[in-house]
C-alpha cells in the first residue's frame, strides 16, 4: 500500500492580488506625499515672491522718502538765503539740487515694473526739476540782485503752490506703494496658511495612509503568517487536525490553502499509516494465536498420546525394558510442559479463553517478582486491546526480574470512559529506558498502533514505571 506523502490534485496557481494591493498602497502614499511636498514648494516660492515684493515696496519707500527730503532740503536753503542773504545758508540747497534728478531717477528705475507707479515718479521727476529750474534757481537768481524782491508775497506764494503739488504727488505715490505692502503682506499671510494648511494635510494623510497600511499589512500579512507559524508548531507537534481559515488575499491565501491541503494530506497518511501498522498487529496476533492453536491441538497432543501409549507399553513390558520407557515418558513429559510453555509465550490460551483479568493473574503467579495485582475490568476488551496489555505486563514482568533488582511490583489495570490504564510499577534500581531493548520498543510499537500511549518512568534509585493508556470504544 502506497501511503500519500505529498498533495493531490495539481499545484495551486500563485495570484499576484497581493502584490498589486501592496503596490497600489505604495503608489497611494507616494502620491500624497508627493502632492504634499509639491504644494509645499509652491507656496514656499510664492512666500518668496512675496518677501521679495515686499521688500522691493519698502525699498521704494525709502527712495521716495529720500527724494523728498532733497526737495524740502532745497526749500529749506532757498528759504535761509531769502531771510539772511548769506551765500552760506546756500549749501543744502546746492547739495539737494545736485542730488535730485539721480533720486528721482533711481525711484523710477524701482517702480518700473508698476504703470501707475511709474507714472507718478514721473510727475514727481517733472515737478521737482520744474520747481528747481522754474522757481528755486531764477528765485535766488533775484535774490542776489535784489532780496526784497524776491521776498514778495507773489513769489512765496508760487514756491508754495508748487511744494505742495509735490507733497501731494509724494503723498499719492506713498499710499499706493503702502496700499502695495498691505496687500502683498495679505498674499503673503495667505501663500503662509496654504503651506501651513497643505503640509498638515500632507501630514496627515501621510499618518493615515502608513496606519492604514500597517494595519493592512498587519492584517493581510503578518497576521496569516503568524497562524501559519503556530499551525506549523501544532503540526510539528503531532496535531494533524490544525487548519488555517481561508480568508486571506492572493499569495497569502495559496499559502493558507497549501498549509491546509498538507495538513490533510499528512492526516489521511497518518490514518493510513497507523491503520496499517494496527493490521500487522492484529495479523500478527492471528499467527500467533493459529500457530498456538497447531501446537496445542496438533504436536502437544501428539506428544500426549505418545506419552500414555509408553505407559501403556510400561506395564507389559519386562523389567529392563520398563525402565527404559520410564525414563522416555519422563522426557517426553518434560518435553510437553516445554511446548506448553513455549505455546504459552507464543499466545495464551488463558487469555483467549478467559480473558484478561485471569491471564495477568497467571502472570502475576508465574513472576519471579512478588506482585500485588488490582484488575477491574468489568467486560472482556476488545481482543487487540486485551493482548496488547498482556504483552506490557509480560514483558515489564520480565525485565523487572531481569534489571530491576526489585523486591516487589505492583499492576493496576481498570477501564474508565472508554480507555483501559495499565500501571506497572516495580521498587527497584531504575534506570530504565526503551532506547535500552527490543522488547520495550516492541511493546511501544504495538500500543501506539492502536492510537494508545506508553509513558515510562524510570530515575535511577527510584523504581520503574510503566503507564499505558489504550482505548477500547474504536474496536
Keep these: ?109 524701482m517702480v518700473a515694473d508698476n504703470p501707475q507707479q511709474l507714472a507718478v515718479a514721473n510727475q514727481i521727476a517733472r515737478d521737482t526739476a520744474s520747481y528747481v529750474q522754474d522757481y528755486s534757481i531764477p528765485l535766488i537768481a533775484t535774490a542776489r540782485r535784489n532780496l526784497a524782491a524776491a521776498r514778495t508775497p507773489a513769489a512765496v506764494d508760487d514756491g508754495v503752490r508748487r511744494i505742495d503739488a509735490i507733497r501731494r504727488e509724494f503723498d499719492r505715490f506713498t499710499a499706493a506703494e503702502q496700499d502695495q ?56 507537534g503531532g496535531d494533524l487536525t490544525a487548519r488555517l481559515p481561508e480568508r486571506g488575499v492572493g499569495e497569502i491565501g495559496v499559502l493558507e490553502r ?3 491541503t498538507m495538513a490533510g494530506s499528512l492526516q489521511v497518511s497518518r490514518a493510513e499509516l497507523a491503520a496499517s501498522r494496527a493490521r500487522i498487529v492484529a495479523a500478527g496476533d492471528q499467527a500467533r494465536r493459529r500457530i498456538e492453536r497447531d501446537l496445542h491441538d496438533g504436536i502437544q497432543q501428539r506428544l500426549v498420546s505418545l506419552t500414555l501409549e509408553l505407559r501403556t507399553a510400561e506395564a507389559t513390558a519386562s523389567p529392563e525394558l520398563r525402565a527404559q520407557l520410564t525414563e522416555i515418558a519422563g522426557d517426553l513429559i518434560d518435553a510437553t510442559d516445554d511446548l506448553r510453555e513455549l505455546s ?116 535511577p534509585g527510584e523504581g520503574t514505571t510503566v503507564l499505558v493508556h489504550l482505548p477500547t470504544e474504536r474496536y
Design 344 to 459: 504459552r509465550g507464543i499466545h495464551p490460551a488463558i487469555l483467549s479463553e478467559g480473558g484478561l483479568p485471569p491471564a495477568l493473574r497467571a502472570l502475576a503467579r508465574r513472576s519471579v517478582v512478588p506482585v500485588e495485582l488490582e484488575v477491574d475490568v468489568p467486560a472482556r476488551a476488545p481482543e487487540p486491546i486485551e493482548v496488547a496489555a498482556y504483552y506490557v505486563v509480560s514483558e515489564a514482568l520480565t525485565n523487572t526480574a531481569k534489571h530491576a533488582e526489585a523486591t516487589i511490583a505492583w499492576i493496576d489495570v481498570h477501564v474508565r470512559n472508554g480507555v483501559l490504564r495499565l500501571s506497572v510499577r516495580d521498587d527497584g534500581v531504575g534506570g530504565a529506558a526503551a532506547s535500552h531493548g527490543s522488547g520495550l520498543v516492541g511493546l511501544i510499537d504495538r500500543v501506539q498502533a492502536l492510537d494508545g500511549t506508553v509513558e515510562i518512568t524510570s530515575p
Design 1 to 109: 500500500m502506497a501511503l500519500r506523502g505529498r498533495f493531490d490534485g495539481p499545484e495551486p496557481e500563485v495570484g499576484a492580488g497581493l502584490t498589486r494591493r501592496m503596490l497600489v498602497a505604495s503608489g497611494l502614499l507616494a502620491l500624497v506625499v508627493g502632492a504634499a511636498f509639491t504644494v509645499l514648494l509652491v507656496t514656499n516660492s510664492d512666500l518668496r515672491e512675496s518677501e521679495q515684493l515686499a521688500f522691493h515696496s519698502e525699498e521704494a519707500l525709502v527712495a521716495a522718502n529720500r527724494l523728498e527730503r532733497l526737495v524740502v532740503d532745497v526749500e529749506a536753503g532757498e528759504r535761509g538765503f531769502l531771510v539772511t542773504g548769506q551765500d552760506s545758508s546756500l549749501t543744502l540747497w546746492r547739495s539737494g539740487q545736485a542730488a535730485l534728478p539721480g533720486q528721482a531717477a533711481s525711484l523710477a528705475r
Design 258 to 260: 497549501s498549509f491546509n
Design 181 to 236: 505692502a498691505a496687500a502683498r503682506q495679505d498674499n503673503s499671510a495667505a501663500v503662509a496658511l496654504r503651506a501651513f494648511v497643505a503640509t498638515a494635510v500632507g501630514l496627515g494623510g501621510s499618518v493615515l495612509l502608513i496606519v492604514l497600511f500597517t494595519v493592512y499589512l498587519s492584517r493581510a500579512i503578518v497576521g496569516p503568517v503568524r497562524r501559519a507559524a503556530g499551525m506549523a508548531g501544532r503540526l510539528a
